[in-house]
């Protein structure tokens, strides 16, 4: 009987967990290191929110694929619950809006062309009030939606498929166990050090997402930001308590569990939370300062900056739905590792040829777990391609040398 080769997994959040548990369909032996416990980082700090409309055939496609495994996922794993609420993604536009709602028609278009069937451009506000009431109806221009995007349970992911990858014979995992060091000779990883000891491997794979440059910096040393941009940037999430009593109040025969996700033109975006969606979650895209020698700690904790980035954002949100009267409550942070063009990496390192990394999911890293842990299962099999539901992926565009602008480059992030 063939042994099997041995893949040392770095990193269990989420794309870490679902690529070792690909891998061990694939026969491989999987050794998996994480510096803390089971996700412990971005993993169980996201909004978690998981959508197929983006703006390149590859992320269509990837999202597809993902949104298709989560759709599988309880009865596969046999989990307690779903992996996902598929409430949908809604994108409003006003008057003030015009130019972007152009762009949506052909966005919409684009996407339906790559494979997405279930998205909808919506261009009479009277529907659209219609089906989403709690919208402010002045200078309503029209909206796009797709009803099988939605939210995932990131901590219901990981911690069933690790329990499947425990009863697994080729699996071990160590915890509190960092990377400290990396080993090499003629263009070969041949040992990780940690604190507890050496450990090898045939294949290295760094899934430690916005500690990556940290991480790699042991193999390429200074000039890793250039080699591997992926950046630390801190996010925040804040809560509104009230929100379900106040969603009820103005509108009383609109049930708060079909409240979709909404995004605005400015960024804002915000989706609810809890079995009973007795909050609503707030997000907003902008683009702070990179934290490149963040620790664990720093992903916590409050912030001097969040509470004006958090009422500016409501301000913006309360425009558009004009239920949200009450300020919010709790706030959460975390670190997304970004790329420049949005893209994460999931490549082997082109210096040494058997250390792989899959990173850089620049705020879109839970919904695109399962299609990463495809993409690193197949590049392992020596495939440049992955067959989705929606047609094939071309693995260049994550790769480590791949143009950083074009056709492929994400704009339609958050
Ligand atoms: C506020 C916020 C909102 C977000 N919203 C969304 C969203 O709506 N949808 C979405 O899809 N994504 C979202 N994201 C992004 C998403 O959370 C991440 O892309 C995803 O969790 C990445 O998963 P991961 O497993 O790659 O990384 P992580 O979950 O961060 O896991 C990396 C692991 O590597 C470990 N590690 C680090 N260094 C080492 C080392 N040297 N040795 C061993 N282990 C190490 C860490 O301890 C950690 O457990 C959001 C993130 C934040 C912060």
Partial sequence: MAIAKTAVVIGAGIVGVLTTWRLLQDGWHVIQLEATTLGSGSSSRSAACARQQFSTAASVRAMIHSVRWFERFQQCFGAAGPAMRQVGYFYPYWERDATAFTAARQLVCDQQAWGLRDVELWDQPSLILERFPFVNPDGLLGARFCGTDGFCFPDRIFTTVHAHCLRHPQFEVRMQSPVVGIEHSSGRISAVTTPQGKVSGDVYINCTNAWATQ????????????????????????????????????HANFDPLRFPMVVLTNGVYARPEGPQANQLMMGHAHTPDPHWNFTHVDQDGSRPESDDLGE??????????????????????????TTPNHQPYICADSAYGNWYRSVGFSGHGVMMSPFAADAMAALLRGEQTVQTEAGSVDLAVFGQHRVQTGVHAETAVL
């Fill in 215 to 250: 991480l790699e910096r042991l193999l390429h040393g200074d000039d890793i930001r250039t080699l591997l941009p992926v950046q630390p940037l801190r996010r925040f999430l804040w809560f509104f308590p009230e929100f379900r009593e106040q969603l009820l109040a103005a």
């Fill in 312 to 337: 500016a954002a409501w301000f913006l949100l309360a425009e558009a739905v004009p239920i949200m009267q009450s300020r919010f409550g709790p706030t959460t942070t975390g670190f997304y590792g």
